[in-house]
């Protein structure tokens, strides 16, 4: 198993599961006298979940990308690792479809759709965590063991990205819908510091690898 | 973050979204007594909006994959302007089946289903034009940067594709079939000017990558 | 555009089309004290047409693969063959549907049902034949022309094809069942033909394209 | 045809249909009063048969991965084996939605539902192994033939394999939610196995290729 297979598979399991978000969302049925436009609008949940998810999972296929461009070699943990990665991710769309479903619903079973959607997207961040954990914590599976201080501030990262998606569960049962403008500014929020990332900086909300320019690390994730 | 993977990514994400139109061709329901021919025809514009989404994704993919020939770095913002682009590229199912199911219905709801199709489709136009902008703003992110007229009868097409389909967005309150009557004449004339497109002629409509013969642009095009 | 790009977007396109042919496949509903047994067995026709366009799919892929093997040079006509062959490949999981919905149902609409089925697979394979003979119709595209008898014998070979698959739709109105045998016999003919082709024995029925030891051709199918 | 196209393709399909899965997992429909928390309990054998299935994907790909890893040439025969296998893994999602339909009724239909499960499983390991002896009954298809000791202990572990599998069908009859158990069991089992498999070892239930360190076969697994 090289690096490069591995990884070729995980892009095709994210493209699928970002992409399988749009079959959630379903034309309204209305009467023929009721406003289509009107029934458009009123599931704006879907169209929220679905802004929020495909974010969410499109921040993820970078890191993954990110961090697997330090990776040298493939061992047997580090496949399990990224197995269960992939089990969470490619189950959003189910917690996504449930969020939108009860969202305006309100009360109780709001509350319980959006926990259900938070757990499932804190899953999916603590099987990251533990992939990158895994990752670093072996120089003999890296092309070139990133500096100490990067991991360090890498891991701070992870773990304000655990606390916040924590916060973002446990707002569920304050109000459901501010739960779900948890995650998309969260998803946002991710999405930019992504694209701005110097791993000179160290700022925080997201591995420590860089996209930026020739540095170390960028060696190597060339292909 | 290479070209080569961030185009590879966004080619499985339109293959993906363009095999997911057929899911939503319902095999119709008929009576006993009833005939499924008659029931099969009646359902023609689930066929006519997927041939038109199908060209638009097709024609998209296309210009996608020439704009990626150009680049030779990925910076932050680029991400997040090809993210937005996917963004809605996914969601054209969506549209295409509202459209499907409310054009024949006619009257308020037609206008309003057919102007979802134009507005998503204008916005992954949008999507597209800023992300075209980007890429050939900073002659930085490109192997060569393209001459200047080049650039500018680019974005000429591009403005002149957005005024178009700011037409067909219009026409949904005029006649919703017409407006995707429209939307495929326009798919068409794109699909067959971009296949014959010259870097040399700069005709209408069209991103100005050539795919013909060997121009200096192609060089870089070519992997 | 290169050769390797397009083959790709279309390997990408083929492989999701074969693999949502299983979602046309429903769980049956059974009452309570109903045998589920036999509601699987009563829904034999759905997993016929699984099997019969699984083939078809597989070996269409095949073949696709073989013609790129010998395409050089993509022009623009070339692409506009081949998204229109892919628009076909893509909607096959629609007719499966329907011909699996209403076989046992007999009468005409089963006739119907079939003959839908029928003139998608013959519209594929026509657009299978235009863009192989486009393809060879031009040395400019190839890296080396095949020889002019394997073109000749090709082309018979399609029009074999093409022959058999009109019996096919025309025995829809004879008998469905039939129909749909007839085109499970052929789909198996051709993948086992397939399987054992070589160039040099120009057998019946799918392009000369061999998949056979090292022949002159088989160098450029190597990538 | 070679092996890496092959490969890719197969690689597409598994990726696909372990996405696929989740689509069988639907949103509970719950009226205003009743618990969401409660109705999304009731479908755990949804989620079992979506973690199960997961695996078994999961596991048949890192197989089939590593058996292409020996393959130097692909012959017709090759063809329609493993076109064989894709079908069974195709298929998967089906018994799966029909196992999670109907495990918790109980009685006959419990028990012929994972009767489904168990069988469709049962002919994608048989099609598993038909391969890998094709593959390796002709050293002409390889780049190295492994020594006769791993292809030997490689058909014993495929063949217990294939015993627990039978076991786990006939276990349907028994008690579904516990041949359900069973194949959880024994997918997990499979996963790690996987994970910690040395050539060397020769362990039981998995094929003798090793994906861990530098051994005869990764040379060649190495692309």
Same mark, same amino acid.
Request: no cysteine.
């Given at each position: 198993?090289?690096?490069? *297979? ?13 992409? =399988? ?10 009467? +023929? ?8 609008? %009123? ?13 969410? #999972? ?19 943990? #580090? ?58 914590? %072996? ?5 070139? +063991? ?7 501030? @890498?891991?701070?990262?992870? @773990? ?19 739960? =779900?403008? #948890? ?11 992504? @694209? ?11 591995? %420590? ?7 170390? =690390?960028?060696?190597?994730?060339? *292909?």
């Amino acid at each position: 198993m090289t690096s490069n *297979r591995l990884e070729a598979f995980s892009d095709g399991v994210f493209a699928i599961a970002i992409t =399988l978000l749009v079959i959630e969302i379903h034309p309204p049925e209305v009467a +023929a006298g009721a406003s289509l436009a009107v029934a458009l609008f %009123d599931q704006w949940p879907s169209y929220a979940g679905y802004v929020v998810s495909f974010l969410i #999972l499109g921040v993820m296929w970078l890191n993954h990308h990110r961090i697997f461009g330090l990776v040298a070699r493939v061992d047997g943990a #580090l496949l399990i690792f990224n197995l269960n990665l992939l089990l969470w991710v490619v189950l959003i769309p189910f917690p996504t479809a449930v969020a939108a479903r009860y969202l305006l619903e309100g009360g109780r079973n709001a509350s319980t759709a959006m926990a259900l959607y938070g757990g499932v997207i804190l899953a999916a961040a603590l099987s990251f965590s533990a992939l990158y954990a895994w990752v670093t914590h %072996d120089a003999e599976l890296l092309h070139q +063991a990133p500096p100490p201080e990067v991991v360090r501030s @890498s891991r701070i990262r992870f @773990s304000f990205g655990i606390a916040a998606y924590t916060v973002a569960l446990g707002m569920a049962w304050v109000s459901a819908p501010l739960a =779900l403008g #948890l995650h998309f500014v969260m998803a946002l929020y991710y999405a930019f510091d992504q @694209s701005t990332l110097k791993v000179e900086e160290g700022g925080p909300g997201a591995p %420590d690898v860089s996209n930026q320019g020739p540095t170390p =690390l960028d060696e190597h994730a060339v *292909r």
